[in-house]
């Protein structure tokens, strides 16, 4: 079954440091998508992105948060200068239609620690 | 806006146990409802999801959920509970209308089953 992939599983940055979390999604999929997960809290919307552009976007994605589809294969989500509080799991997700009505298929997420 | 109450953060059953995991949700508008699993290391995998139509649901593994709107509520269940079924269950809502694509989740219910 086809899966959304996402690199690294877990990567470790020093606070004010960039970091780029990757995603391949599912090939033939349009709409991409990121959430995330603090420790202990709720899984937290972030973005969606389709036709190259952002769709939607939450409050917690501010103007340290960036997403890219620079190959027409990877979905990367930067962040410009890591807090500690960014410490968390970050799931990229896609769907061959609109989202709610196909339903995502989810990555198996990057855990970010920023010490 | 809307949101979702999951009750009860941790959910313990025997092998052969009716699982029952709770959710509650308010939204404004009609929602679309979903329950999704997560194993260890794992991502969000869909169970089943509510969108229109027949009310009870019959997801993966045996599951089913009914949408109750005057209880605004969509509480998982499944007959017998299995080793396997030991995972964190999130419920998640979003809207039918304006557009939005985001999946607001509750907090989670993690199952434990006892042999």
């Known amino acids: 079954e086809p899966e959304v992939t996402q690199t690294p599983s877990h990567q470790v940055t020093q606070m004010g440091q960039e970091v780029i979390l990757r995603c391949v999604p599912i090939s033939n999929h349009l709409y991409f998508y990121w959430y995330r997960q603090i420790l202990g809290q709720k899984v937290e919307f972030l973005v969606s992105?389709?036709?190259?552009?952002?769709?939607?976007k939450s409050e917690i994605f501010d103007d340290q948060f960036s997403v890219e589809r620079p190959d027409g294969s990877n979905f990367t989500l930067k962040i410009r200068s890591t807090k500690l509080e960014d410490s968390a799991m970050y799931f990229c997700a896609s769907s061959e239609g609109t989202g709610i009505i196909h339903g995502y298929t989810f990555g198996s997420g990057t855990r970010l620690t920023v010490v | 806006a809307q949101s979702v109450t999951q009750l009860g953060s941790h959910v313990s059953v025997s092998e052969g146990a009716l699982v029952l995991l709770r959710c509650n949700y308010s939204s404004s508008v009609p929602p679309y409802l979903f329950w999704y699993v997560q194993y260890p290391n794992q991502g969000l995998q869909l169970l089943l999801k509510y969108t229109t139509g027949a009310t009870l649901v019959k997801g993966i593994n045996g599951f089913e959920a009914e949408f109750k709107k005057s209880e605004t509520s969509f509480h998982l269940t499944k007959p017998s509970a299995h080793m396997s079924d030991a995972a964190e269950y999130f419920c998640?809502?979003?809207?039918?209308?304006?557009?939005?694509?985001?999946?607001?989740f509750g907090k989670g219910t993690k199952l434990t089953v006892n042999p």
């Open positions: 992105f389709y036709n190259n552009e952002i769709s939607e």
């Open positions: 998640a809502v979003s809207k039918t209308q304006g557009g939005s694509e985001k999946l607001v």
